[in-house]
């Protein structure tokens, strides 16, 4: 497992000590950055605005093309039902492509949320935007 930590953070003795590999950053922007490059996908488990704000940045950054790596939400709970709901609202009203809703993976059982991470495949290029002519 490899830590990855802002030094910031790092200097209150928040750092977990007993990981072999312990990267310390110089902000959180270069820790997300970093974990996005060493990560082979994401999964959040529920949690508040630093977790929203990694899972956003990991999706906006597969919509954009930036890595093609699989997305999850371990629903422990249905914690996050509302989200999803959101999201498909979003889809509906056609804020954003079914290509890219298709982009967060869920499920509640931790062993088929890994498994369906592990035959993720990326949606390709699609454009961002939907056209106005598009239904």
Not at 12 to 24: S, T
Not at 28 to 36: D, I
Not at 81 to 89: E, I, N, Q, V
Request: proline letters at 6%.
């Amino acid at each position: 497992m490899i830590g990855v930590i802002p030094r910031a953070l790092a200097t209150k003795e928040i750092a977990h000590q007993g990981l072999a590999d312990l990267r310390v950053v110089p902000s959180m922007h270069e820790r997300k950055a970093l974990m996005t490059e060493l990560a082979d996908g994401f999964i959040a488990l529920p949690g508040g605005y630093g977790t929203f704000d990694e899972l956003f940045e990991a999706i906006t950054w597969a919509q954009l093309g930036l890595h093609e790596k699989p997305i999850a939400l371990l629903d422990v709970g249905g914690y996050f039902a509302p989200l999803l709901a959101l999201l498909d609202r979003a889809t509906e009203e056609r804020f954003i492509r079914p290509e890219h809703r298709a982009l967060v993976i869920s499920d509640d059982d931790p062993a088929r949320a890994l498994e369906r991470m592990a035959t993720f495949r990326p949606v390709g290029s699609v454009m961002k935007w939907i056209g106005k002519d598009e239904s």
